[in-house]
């Protein structure tokens, strides 16, 4: 086997975390004349490096090969749309934000973010790497250059629009493979005197709470707030606070400036981190066989469900749901279909798995006797949204920290 260096800090990763096997991209649908054609699948296999605790994915597929052009819309969740705004709102009075200010977003998708603040009359620049989803905030009215953010491009996009205010990432940082040139971009978009924040899944919750369907190609790496801030202080940033957030099945916001003091927050999460574990390799053991637990108690459920005869789909079709079907062996065969709101994934196949994907409106057509919730992450919004399943009996599934048939 060929050595894998740590993209963080060199050493040579030779710590499994945990292995999933084989799978293919999470996001990569497939239309109907590809479903007889050859399919691509890469390994997942996290390792965790012995000396900054970065826990990773090594890049088995190029950025360039995910992102340049991406199935996945912000503005199809409710909630998410409505977590923007709140933070926007916040944003804009902590900061003293004005129409002199700048908001620039990295990985700002089709505006659902930046829309907040030009209503507000806050000039905003988004960077956002794939072509078709700027092209669709463009049409919002939402200045978006499409780059992948370097420290090249990071002191380009500065020289022409100017450093920003507010720099903000949210489920950016654990999905580049260049975390060191991605940092120098942050620290080069930023004023000397501006705020970054960046929101991720917390490690300590993706272990703490079985979320292992969240280790897909796309996240290279896995942070805890410790190796976020090493992270960051390769580009001269700081940590200076930190908020836990509820999102994704637990997240952090980290707030970075180009100096200052970290917060009683910040000693806070890394006390927790320490206690978990998590700031040794030792603590990091023992995930697989959480994951092997998901596993055997869903693919059981479906074969008992598929034994007595009863009818189960899917509702979403999200990456991880991809990663977690795939990894089950689950197919058409226990899952007759999935849904989904976004249009642009209606009429494809999940990839690997190959289950078709309807709109919404076909459960309440077909009325089955069970709706597997992969996003799991937006379970009180989806809860609602599928509250008339229980007109004809129907019950929700979810499947994770661990099977929940409600």
């Not at 190609?217 to 836990?244: I, W």
């Not at 200052?260 to 927050?265: A, D, E, F, I």
């Not at 995930?287 to 009863?310: C, M, N, S, Y």
């Not at 919730?373 to 599928?386: A, M």
Request: hydrophobic residues 40%; proline residues 5%; contains cysteine.
């Amino acid at each position: 086997m060929d050595t894998i260096p740590c993209r963080l800090c060199g050493n040579t990763l030779t710590e499994t975390f945990v292995d999933l096997g084989m799978s293919p991209l999470c996001e990569s649908f497939l239309r109907a004349d590809q479903i007889d054609a050859r399919e691509s699948f890469y390994p997942l296999h996290v390792r965790i490096c012995t000396e900054c605790l970065l826990v990773q994915l090594p890049a088995y597929v190029p950025g360039e090969n995910i992102f340049s052009d991406y199935a996945y819309f912000s503005s199809y969740s409710t909630s998410w749309v409505e977590h923007a705004r709140r933070y926007a709102e916040t944003m804009t009075a902590q900061l003293g934000l004005t129409g002199e200010s700048l908001v620039t977003e990295v990985a700002s998708n089709d505006g659902y973010l930046l829309q907040h603040f030009v209503a507000a009359g806050i000039p905003v620049l988004g960077v956002e790497p794939a072509a078709n989803i700027a092209e669709v905030a463009r049409g919002k009215g939402i200045r978006t250059e499409s780059e992948f953010l370097g420290a090249e491009t990071g002191s380009a996009l500065a020289g022409q629009y100017g450093r920003a205010d507010l720099v903000a990432g949210n489920n950016v940082y654990a999905h580049i493979p260049d975390l060191v040139g991605f940092s120098a971009g942050l620290a080069a978009l930023v004023k000397p005197d501006g705020l970054v924040t960046l929101e991720f899944p917390h490690l300590l919750r993706l272990i703490e709470r079985n979320q292992y369907d969240t280790i897909y190609h796309e996240h290279y790496h896995y942070l805890t707030l410790l190796t976020a801030q090493r992270a960051l202080a390769t580009a001269g940033l700081t940590v200076v606070d930190v908020e836990e957030l509820s999102s994704h099945g637990g997240s952090l916001r980290v707030h970075a400036r180009h100096s200052g003091s970290p917060s009683v927050n910040v000693k806070s999460v890394l006390e927790a981190e320490a206690e978990a574990g998590l700031h040794t390799v030792e603590g990091h053991k023992g995930f697989a066989e959480a994951v092997f637990q998901i596993k055997r108690e869903l693919v059981d459920f479906l074969h008992t469900a598929r034994a007595e005869g009863k009818t189960v789909v899917g509702y979403g079709a999200p990456g991880k749901g991809n990663t977690l079907l795939n990894h089950c062996g689950i197919r058409q065969d226990l899952v007759a279909y999935t849904v989904d709101r976004n249009p642009h994934k209606q009429g494809m196949f999940l990839p690997g798995t190959h289950i078709p994907i309807l709109a919404p409106e076909r459960i309440a057509v077909d009325k089955p006797d069970y709706v597997l919730v992969l996003p799991w992450n937006l379970r009180t919004e989806i809860g609602e949204q599928l509250s008339y399943v229980r007109e004809w009996g129907g019950r929700l599934v979810f499947p994770i920290p661990h099977l929940d048939v409600v």
